[in-house]
């Protein structure tokens, strides 16, 4: 889930520009209220997200571990004492295991069930389906600790069927839209921005945290960090029974099609805004939605540039957060508590780039170099990718353990790449299309995730299979992607349109 999360939260990092400019009716007046609602919400982002980063270590060491055993089980039992739980046969089924999991955890967002429960989330109130996504994100963690526990007499591959929990509410991606609509629903506009900004921190340093927590716990008992996550979930699911739930009744300038909404996957938006209509009306619309998507996209051969960029940024992205856990251990004899901290070290380069870095070579770029928004957004895409592909390469080749965190520290400097893609996005399009293209961004990023699982499954046994040289050939893949993207950087112009807005932009300024 972690990814998927993290989907949602590269949304926030340009926010600023789309905040609303008023005020949602149903916002209340009471600040001592409001402070209490948005201390609820920071505690259901934090321990869902804690939890979750508390289950990956865990987790994996005892996918191996019955994955090992049920191994040597059919062979001879004299290969029983001392055995290799590193050995090919055990790695591949791992790899497979954890590629198709993390297909199946998307499931739910690719069978486009964000609009049902859009639509659901209009009559009933956000907080209803906010609560109903949640529990079956719980459940489906649930679910795979049951089998686990269980391993003796059901198969580990029945961890794949945890998608039909993730139905009870539509999985991450809603539960992620209506979180920030819960949000929206009861924050000032003049306070949304510092409010996205402090869900955004609490999701990194929940990265930090909770890998070096469940390292630390696994020590004593492997089982413990993962039943505190789970633990830690349900309580997310409690703590969303006190937010307000509100219904939708917001100036229809005001919902999932714009502001707030497109900072998270507003698959939705159509449905949600036609609720009062017939079906059929409803499919027109959604059809009238994709013509417009499709009239952007050719039309603006820089944006469709951009969106491509996205999927093949986003594909390379996720070999790191998918393989970490199982590369490291594999190539260097880590164990997977102290291959866990390796995540908090990625999750606290992403911190200190987002806050500071990018920030301070913005400024640098824009105040000291005079360039304009786009040639700065230009060069930190151009730097980003540099980087990216040199810890790629870095990490795919490395055969000490030193050189390979090197190579984690520069992939995770590539962690704003998406970001800077949303502010370019932002000046090639005109502001009434911006929402269009960052749904299609959303399904882009959704959608490279899912295929990521099965893709660096079968790259990683293809490694294995060639010997440890080629351990780390997903990682190379990943560099070449990155490189697809710094080609694709020589290509994006500075259109009149953004000449126009990033006018506009200095004179704010």
């Known amino acids: 889930m972690q990814s998927k999360v993290m989907e949602s939260e590269n949304g926030l990092h340009e926010n600023s520009p789309l905040i609303a400019k008023q005020p949602s009716p149903g916002v209340s007046g009471n600040s001592r209220y409001q402070n209490r609602v948005l201390l609820t919400a920071y505690l259901v982002i934090i321990f869902i997200m804690f939890g979750d980063y508390m ?6 060491q005892i996918y191996e571990s019955i994955l090992c055993s049920d191994y040597y089980s059919k062979a001879d039992n004299r290969l029983m004492q001392g055995r290799d739980c590193k050995v090919k046969a055990v790695q591949q089924e791992l790899a497979t295991l954890r590629g198709v999991e993390r297909l199946t955890e998307l499931l739910p967002t690719v069978a486009v069930l964000a609009i049902p429960y859009g639509i659901a989330a209009k009559k009933y109130g956000h907080q209803i389906i906010l609560t109903f996504a949640c529990l079956g994100i719980a459940f489906a963690q649930t679910w795979t600790l049951f089998v686990c526990w269980l391993s ?3 198969p580990v591959r029945l961890v794949w069927a945890q998608w039909v929990w993730q139905l009870i509410g539509g999985g991450s991606t809603v539960a992620s ?6 949000l929206a629903d009861m924050t000032p506009a003049e306070k949304r921005t510092i409010v996205f900004f402090r869900i955004h921190s609490a999701l990194m340093l929940a990265g930090i945290v909770g890998p070096t927590t469940a390292s630390l716990l696994m020590a004593y008992n492997v089982w413990l960090p993962w039943v505190l996550g789970e633990v830690l979930t349900f309580v997310a699911v409690l703590l969303t029974l006190l937010l307000p739930n509100r219904k939708d009744e917001r100036d229809p300038k005001i919902g999932l099609n ?3 909404g497109t900072m998270v996957h507003d698959d939705s938006t159509v449905a949600v805004k036609h609720t009062g209509i017939s079906m059929t009306e409803r499919v027109v619309a959604a059809l009238q939605r994709l013509r417009t998507i499709r009239t952007l996209l050719t039309a603006n051969a820089q944006v469709l540039l951009l969106l491509i960029m996205t999927g093949l940024s986003n594909l390379g992205n996720e070999s790191l957060a998918l393989l970490l856990l199982l590369y490291v251990p594999e190539r260097y004899h880590w164990t997977f ?3 866990g901290y390796l995540w908090s070290l990625s999750a606290g380069v992403q911190l200190c780039l987002l806050l500071v870095i990018l920030p301070c070579a913005g400024h640098l770029l824009r105040k000291h170099l005079n360039f304009s928004l786009h040639d700065k957004d230009r060069a930190l895409m151009v730097l980003s990718c540099m980087v990216m592909a040199t810890g790629a390469l870095c990490l795919g080749l490395a055969p000490k353990v030193g050189i390979a965190i090197i190579g984690i520290i520069l992939m995770s400097f590539g962690a704003g790449f998406l970001s800077i893609v949303r502010s370019l996005v932002t000046l090639h399009v005109s502001p009434d299309n911006i929402s269009v293209i960052y749904s299609v961004m959303s399904m882009v990023i959704t959608s490279t995730a899912a295929l990521a699982g099965p893709l660096f499954n079968e790259t990683y046994s293809a490694g294995l ?23 694709l950087t020589l290509f994006i112009r500075e259109s009149h349109a953004t000449n126009m807005i990033g006018q506009g932009e200095d004179h704010d300024d």
């Not at 289950?55 to 994996?60: D, E, G, R, V």
């Not at 299979?465 to 080609?487: E, R, T």
């Open 55 to 60: 289950q990956q270590s865990p987790k994996i």
């Open 152 to 154: 003796e007499s059901l």
């Open 177 to 182: 839209t209506m979180f920030f609509l819960v």
């Open 258 to 260: 714009d502001d707030h």
């Open 337 to 339: 508590a102290k291959a």
């Open 465 to 487: 299979q060639l010997g440890k040289m080629w351990y780390g050939l997903p990682f190379l893949i990943a560099a070449g992607l990155v490189v697809l993207d710094f080609i």
